[in-house]
């Protein structure tokens, strides 16, 4: 009977100490993922701009997947950081990707492009809360480009 309390007294011990560590630390590693680094990574570069997100510093690039395709881009998604990115599928001189923002009740709240970057993806937005959509834009070939402005190819849906 001794041996059973004592290990109960044991395994209460480590919860209280465990909880107390979680408290202190002021985070779970579950609470990166809701919080987002929010308008600090507007506009940023996801592959250079390194979050730092509940204590932990790393670049959204770092987990990011694709959530959505079109022809020539893909909306791209950091869980780590909640930002969305426009990234090309094809990247060439005459063309560029677009990434819209839309705030909870679907207004526009932001813009942003690679077509001044030189980059084959936009600056991120953030997500947390908001939806974004990727658009490829560009011309059809050197004539089109002296010719005409650029023309929207394709986008894909927001997520």
Avoid: I
Wanted: aromatic share 12%; charged share 20%.
């Amino acid at each position: 009977m001794r041996n059973h309390l004592a290990r109960r007294w044991k395994t209460l011990a480590v919860a209280v100490v465990a909880s107390l560590l979680v408290t202190l630390a002021g985070h779970t590693p579950a609470s990166a993922v809701t919080v987002g680094c929010g308008s600090a990574c507007d506009y940023q570069d996801p592959d250079d701009y390194v979050a730092n997100v509940g204590g932990v510093h790393r670049t959204c690039a770092a987990d990011a997947v694709t959530k959505l395709t079109a022809q020539g881009v893909e909306l791209r998604y950091s869980a780590f950081c909640r930002t969305a990115w426009a990234r090309a599928t094809y990247c060439g001189y005459l063309g560029f990707v677009n990434l819209y923002s839309y705030d909870s009740t679907g207004t526009w709240r932001a813009f942003t492009s690679s077509y001044r970057t030189g980059n084959c993806y936009s600056p991120m937005l953030n997500d947390k809360g908001m939806t974004a959509k990727a658009c490829s834009e560009g011309w059809l070939d050197e004539v089109d480009y002296e010719n005409n402005p650029p023309r929207e190819f394709a986008c894909t849906g927001r997520y």
